[in-house]
């Protein structure tokens, strides 16, 4: 029998519980990362509206009609420079090049709108998502940032040049 396609599509508001799972199952991977919604993340309880009053989007993936994965991107303070986050996909449905196939689609889409440049931030300890992020040409930044949030999350800055 034929795997069902994925469907990659704009996320909705009620989408966000869906969303909100899939964080926190990344979260329990790793020690003392600690997910509090209402507190530090607060966009995932709207994420098409958070996304889109920022200027940007944010995506879903489906399959078989359950959602497994997500990626946003919103407009930063430079008119050329935009900001990835929320890439997290379900560990069911990982190594079979999602994160690629996602972030090559948010990179189109920037382009779209004259885009030339995509920073993020990511965890240390998100170790398989450096990975991703430099095997798609992002280049780690020499400085790291302290959140001072209740996971005490220390985070890598990537960029990257878009030709």
């Known amino acids: 029998m034929d795997k069902p396609a994925l469907t990659i599509r704009p996320a909705t508001d009620a989408d966000s519980d869906a ?7 990344a979260y329990d991977q ?12 607060s966009a995932l309880l709207t994420p098409s509206t958070a996304y889109r009053q920022d ?7 489906e ?12 407009q930063m303070d430079q008119a050329n420079v935009w900001y990835l986050s929320k890439l997290y996909v ?7 090049g999602l994160g690629q196939r996602l972030c090559a689609m948010v ?12 920073e993020l931030h990511t965890d240390t300890r998100f170790v398989e998502a450096h990975r991703l992020y430099e095997r798609l040409g992002y280049q ?14 220390e985070e890598f800055h990537y960029r990257k040049q878009l030709s």
């Open 30 to 41: 790793y020690e003392g990362c600690i997910l509090l919604v209402e507190e530090e993340e």
């Open 19 to 25: 969303v909100i799972e899939i964080v926190a199952e």
């Open 63 to 74: 399959n078989a009609n359950k959602v497994v994965a997500s990626i946003g991107i919103t």
């Open 107 to 118: 990179e189109d889409w920037v382009k779209e709108r004259g885009g030339e440049q995509i």
């Open 55 to 61: 200027g940007g989007e944010f995506w879903v993936v």
């Open 90 to 96: 379900l560990s069911t449905a990982r190594k079979a």
């Open 140 to 153: 780690r930044q020499a400085q790291t940032r302290i959140l001072n949030d209740a996971s005490e999350t």
